[in-house]
C-alpha cells in the first residue's frame, strides 16, 4: 500500500522553528520527486518547496525568503522540511507529495498525498 505520512506539525510562537517529516511507506522515494505544498483556511493550496530525485535539486517558493530547507534521506524513505523563523502568515496544513522524478509547482502533476499536519504559528 502506497502511503505517504507527515509529522511534526504543531503550534510555535512568531520566530519558531518546526521540522516537518513526510515518511513514506509502499515504495520508495528514490525514484519520486517530492513536493510540499500548504493549504490555509480559505485560501488556495500554494506549493513550498520541492526536491528532485535526479540531482537532489531543490525548490522553493520566493516568498519563503530562504527560511525554509528541504532535504531528504533516502535510507530512511524519509523527507524533511526545517522550517525556520516562521511567521503568523505560515500557518497552514501542510501537505507532502510525491511524483515521478521531477519537480513541478503544479499539485495536479502530483501522484501520492499525506493526509497533512497542522502548522500553527501564533503568540
Known amino acids: 500500500q502506497v502511503q505517504l505520512v507527515e509529522s511534526g506539525g504543531g503550534s510555535v510562537q512568531p520566530g519558531g522553528s518546526l521540522r516537518l517529516s513526510c515518511a513514506a511507506s509502499?515504495?520508495?522515494?528514490?525514484?519520486?520527486?517530492i513536493g510540499w505544498f500548504r493549504q490555509a483556511p480559505g485560501k488556495e493550496r500554494e506549493g513550498v518547496s520541492c526536491i528532485s530525485t535526479s540531482d537532489g535539486s531543490t525548490y522553493y517558493a520566493d516568498s519563503l525568503q530562504g527560511r525554509f530547507t528541504i532535504s531528504r534521506d533516502n535510507a530512511k524513505n524519509t523527507v524533511y522540511l526545517q522550517m525556520n523563523s516562521l511567521k503568523p502568515e505560515d500557518t497552514a496544513v501542510y501537505y507532502c507529495?510525491?511524483?515521478?522524478?521531477?519537480?513541478?509547482?503544479?499539485?495536479?502533476?502530483?501522484?501520492?498525498w499525506g493526509q497533512g499536519t497542522q502548522v500553527t504559528v501564533s503568540s
Open positions: 509502499g515504495f520508495t522515494l528514490d525514484y519520486y520527486a
Open positions: 507529495a510525491a511524483r515521478n522524478y521531477y519537480c513541478s509547482g503544479y499539485g495536479g502533476q502530483y501522484d501520492y
